[in-house]
């Protein structure tokens, strides 16, 4: 049983930084496809940004492109998300996921293998 445990979130005025953390069990960053999405309150979950298990090839949803980096560290089993410029529309519930098909994980988030229990980002303006 895979284990997603994301840590980071928290209250930030607009235009500012935060970086959430999304710690593994087993060696899931480097077998599965990780990901990002997010949910606002009363708003349907969205894909953020994705990065595979083999290449490294970055996906990002056009609403965070340019502001928002996804990466992983293999050695600590870790996926990260920067995220910078923040706007208040960025608000919401954030969770890591773990699929073993891209296709999955770009998507709507509609039967991914593993999911974090999220963590919640503010951005005040």
């Known amino acids: 049983q895979v284990q997603l445990v994301e840590s980071g979130g928290g209250l930030v005025q607009a235009g500012g930084s935060l970086r959430l953390s999304c710690s593994a069990s087993?060696?899931?960053?480097?077998?599965?496809?990780m990901g990002w999405f997010r949910q606002a309150p009363g708003k349907e979950r969205e894909f953020v940004a994705a990065?595979?298990?083999?290449?490294?090839?970055?996906y990002n949803a056009d609403s965070v492109q340019g502001r928002f980096t996804i990466s992983r560290d293999n050695a600590k089993n870790t996926v990260y998300l920067q995220m910078n410029s923040l706007k208040p529309e960025d608000t919401a519930v954030y969770y890591c996921?773990?699929?073993?098909?891209?296709?999955?994980?770009?998507?709507?988030?509609?039967?991914?293998?593993?999911w974090g229990k999220g963590t919640l980002v503010t951005v005040f303006s």
């Open positions: 087993r060696r899931t960053v480097s077998t599965y496809h």
């Open positions: 990065i595979t298990w083999s290449e490294g090839r970055t």
């Open positions: 996921a773990a699929d073993s098909r891209l296709a999955t994980m770009k998507g709507q988030g509609d039967g991914i293998d593993y």
